[in-house]
């Protein structure tokens, strides 16, 4: 899977730490494979507010299992925790149904 991310520039940061938001960089917490966020300490728990499964692979360390089609430029991509566009190059959208993580192939079913 080859992909090509646009990452969030300083100013980017800035307007979003502006407005109260967090730009999410990911780390892995613990054995469970979940996620938290170094910037803002958020992270995934069982009350609903779960960033998502660590990611190996994807450019922003969370699991993906859907795409979007662009119409009519052809592109597909998927959108990352901070709404970058990460394009997906040579992705024929096989697995979508599946929900398999795009990047790593991890269920999004587990235990
Ligand atoms: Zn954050
Ligand atoms: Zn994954």
Same mark, same amino acid.
């Given at each position: 899977?080859?992909? !090509? $991310? *646009?990452?969030?520039?300083?100013?980017?940061?800035? =307007?979003? #730490? =502006?407005?109260? /938001?967090?730009?999410?960089?990911?780390?892995?917490?613990? /054995?469970?494979?979940?996620?938290?966020? *170094?910037?803002? %300490?958020?992270? +995934? %728990?069982?009350?609903?507010? #779960?960033? @998502?499964?660590?990611?190996?692979?994807?450019?922003?360390? $969370?699991?993906? &299992?859907?795409?979007? &089609?662009?119409?009519?430029? @052809? =592109?597909?991509?998927?959108?990352? $925790?901070? +709404? /970058?566009? $990460?394009? =997906?190059?040579? &992705?024929? +959208?096989?697995?979508? #149904?599946? %929900?398999?993580?795009?990047?790593? %192939?991890?269920?999004?079913?587990? !235990?």
């Amino acid at each position: 899977m080859k992909y !090509k $991310i *646009i990452p969030m520039s300083e100013k980017e940061k800035t =307007l979003k #730490s =502006l407005r109260g /938001e967090c730009w999410h960089e990911i780390v892995k917490r613990g /054995e469970f494979g979940g996620v938290r966020c *170094i910037n803002c %300490d958020h992270w +995934g %728990d069982k009350q609903g507010k #779960s960033l @998502g499964w660590f990611c190996p692979n994807s450019p922003d360390h $969370i699991c993906h &299992y859907k795409s979007v &089609y662009d119409y009519p430029s @052809g =592109l597909r991509y998927v959108i990352s $925790i901070n +709404g /970058e566009k $990460i394009i =997906l190059k040579n &992705y024929s +959208g096989k697995h979508e #149904s599946l %929900d398999w993580c795009i990047f790593c %192939d991890e269920p999004e079913e587990r !235990k």
